[in-house]
């Protein structure tokens, strides 16, 4: 079994900064991908930024230059970093973590998992 934990959502001011984390954890052994993606109300999940194993990492219009992404390993765990500064009220929605090409050793195949998502809330 997988799983992915958020964590570090908060009703902040705009212009302040957060930091996500997502831990990855449970029958995988590598991940090739860890991304966040940002679900506003009434709009589609959309990616935010993304790291590879090898450490490129990729951000969108809105989050670059305000953001940076970075993963490692911790205690048996794959975890995922999204440091957010100069935070805007477009900002504002639930933020997911992706662990994208996971080989889960039990299954022995590559997937997708997602975790549950954390608030986040830029009031302006």
């Known amino acids: 079994q997988v799983q992915l934990v958020e964590s570090g959502g908060d009703l902040v001011q705009a212009g302040r900064s957060l930091r996500l984390t997502c831990a990855a954890s449970?029958?995988?052994?590598?991940?090739?991908?860890m991304a966040w993606y940002r679900q506003a109300s009434g709009d589609q999940r959309e990616l935010v930024a993304s790291?590879?194993?090898?450490?490129?990492?990729?951000?969108t219009d809105s989050s670059t230059g305000r953001f940076t992404i970075s993963r490692n390993i911790r205690n048996r765990k794959f975890m995922a970093y999204l440091q957010m500064n100069n935070l805007k009220p477009e900002d504002t929605g639930v933020y997911y973590c992706?662990?994208?090409?996971?080989?889960?050793?039990?299954?022995?195949?590559?997937?997708?998992?997602w975790g549950q998502g954390t608030q986040v809330t830029v009031s302006s």
């Open positions: 449970g029958t995988i052994s590598s991940v090739k991908t």
């Open positions: 992706a662990a994208l090409g996971a080989l889960n050793y039990r299954l022995g195949n590559r997937g997708d998992y």
């Open positions: 790291i590879s194993d090898s450490g490129t990492t990729m951000f």
